[in-house]
């Protein structure tokens, strides 16, 4: 592992975005920078800004309004980046699938890379699924420097 | 001369060292002030690496060469102070750097980065007259501009310039975007304008302007540390108070307008630096 990868499994800053949770999800997930839990300890921070985020983290399920913000927050974060769907209803749509407006889950608008389910899921549970999508991300940089050589 | 040459070298070497450290040691404290533990001291360093690594996402090739000019314009200003050169030509240099950074964020048409830079321009304006009146009050005591003149003072300068020391922490405050003063950004995304003047650069952009902000640090507490030349040990014992105060008032006030920030500088700051300059005129020049 280089020094390249140990920074960014150090550094991953997160960006959230609620395509249309109840704020259950949302609670849980800000919960996880409160003392309690403060993710900064693994260098996490929440900043806000599509543009310096390596990761994505979506609640809620994805109508066709937000579906349009969502892919142009996921187009503006520059590689590598990773996406978290979190929560039910961004699995798979939860109580609201097969509404009239639902898409359904993040995944019917962007590729995602890890699912953490419940509703609401744990703030521990959220964490680690940053940590896996930090795996992800990392298997994904080391396929396309191997397709690159 | 060669002497002087490689000090400048080494401190342009090590000074980012220095000041990811100092940020490690501000990210921890403010944590810890939050009754949180915070991240692991290397942090900085680690958010840099990242950053420069991230796959290049510009909106104009301009932001590139605007954060290029901002730290070379840091790294010459820390080149100059320890080679005792003209601390005027020290002061443009270092307003062109961070007025090369606000025509990069007025380059992209975000709301967010636009209102940043304007706000930014204003934070310019409140910090830049007490730079220049320190630099006036070192004038009256040596007779010289130069940062050389003040070293060869067998007094230190915070002596006779005790309001120059506050005047140095309001700038370091407002310089490393601590509130009450982080009205065009701050370092956690936790104001309504989102990252604001950064909030455009992305990626090794970002990388090559959090390099360009441990290069200020070590200036700044440079700045400061110039007040007690007689005993180093003395002056950066005094810079680091300085720091200490800096993040201490990050972390117990909140943020305030820019019209604020405004009128506290140039009433308080302006009146504590013409009171020290009066006194100095009175007084005189230090015998030579």
């Excluded at chain 1, 969502?70 to 929560?87: F, S, T, W």
């Excluded at chain 1, 699938?97 to 419940?118: E, R, T």
């Excluded at chain 2, 090739?61 to 901002?70: N, R």
Aim: contains cysteine; neutral net charge; glycine residues 8%.
């Amino acid at each position: 592992m280089g020094l390249i990868d140990i920074a960014r499994s150090k550094s991953p800053w997160i960006l959230h975005f609620d395509a249309g949770a109840c704020n259950g999800c949302d609670i849980e997930l800000l919960a996880c920078l409160t003392p309690v839990y403060d993710v900064e300890r693994f260098g996490i921070i929440n900043i806000g800004n599509p543009k310096h985020a390596d990761v994505l983290l979506v609640t809620g399920t994805v109508n066709k309004r937000s579906a349009r913000v969502l892919r142009n927050l996921y187009d503006q974060m520059p590689e590598p980046k990773a996406v978290v769907a979190i929560g039910a209803c961004a699995l798979s749509g939860g109580v609201f699938h097969q509404c009239y407006n639902i898409l359904g889950g993040v995944d019917a608008v962007l590729p995602v890379d890890v699912y953490v389910p419940g509703c609401a899921p744990k703030p521990e549970a959220i964490i680690e699924g940053v940590v896996m999508a930090l795996g992800r991300m990392q298997e994904r940089e080391q396929a396309r420097k191997r397709g690159a050589a | 001369m060669m002497a002087e040459y490689l000090a400048a070298l080494a401190a342009v070497l090590v000074a980012p060292f220095i000041g990811g450290v100092l940020m490690g040691v501000d990210r921890i404290v403010s944590a810890r002030l939050q009754s949180r533990q915070g991240p692991p001291l290397f942090q900085p360093f680690y958010d840099i690496l990242k950053l420069f690594a991230k796959r290049r996402m510009a909106a104009n090739t301009f932001q590139m060469i605007s954060v290029s000019v901002y730290l070379a314009s840091m790294v010459l200003s820390l080149a100059l102070l320890v080679m005792g050169q003209d601390l005027l030509v020290l002061l443009f240099i270092l307003a062109l750097g961070n007025i090369m950074l606000i025509l990069g964020g007025f380059s992209v048409k975000s709301p967010y980065s636009q209102l940043g830079s304007q706000r930014e321009v204003l934070v310019l304006l409140a910090y830049e007259p007490l730079l220049v009146c320190m630099v006036v009050g070192a004038y009256i005591m040596t007779g010289s501009f130069s940062a050389a003149s003040v070293f060869g003072l067998d007094r230190p300068l915070a002596l006779s310039m005790p309001a120059f020391v506050v005047t140095q922490a309001l700038v370091m405050a407002m310089k490393l975007h601590k509130s009450p003063f982080d009205v065009s950004a701050s370092h956690h995304a936790h104001q309504e304008l989102v990252r604001g003047l950064y909030t455009e650069f992305s990626g090794p952009q970002m990388a090559v302007i959090e390099l360009a902000h441990l290069y200020e640090l070590v200036l700044l507490l440079g700045f400061i540390a110039l007040f007690w030349h007689t005993n180093l040990a003395v002056g950066i014992a005094l810079a680091l108070a300085c720091h200490g105060a800096v993040i201490i008032l990050d972390n117990i006030s909140a943020r305030m307008t820019t019209r604020w920030m405004f009128g506290f500088t140039w009433s308080f700051g302006l009146a504590l630096a013409a009171a020290n300059l009066a006194a100095l005129y009175a007084t005189g020049p230090l015998p030579r």
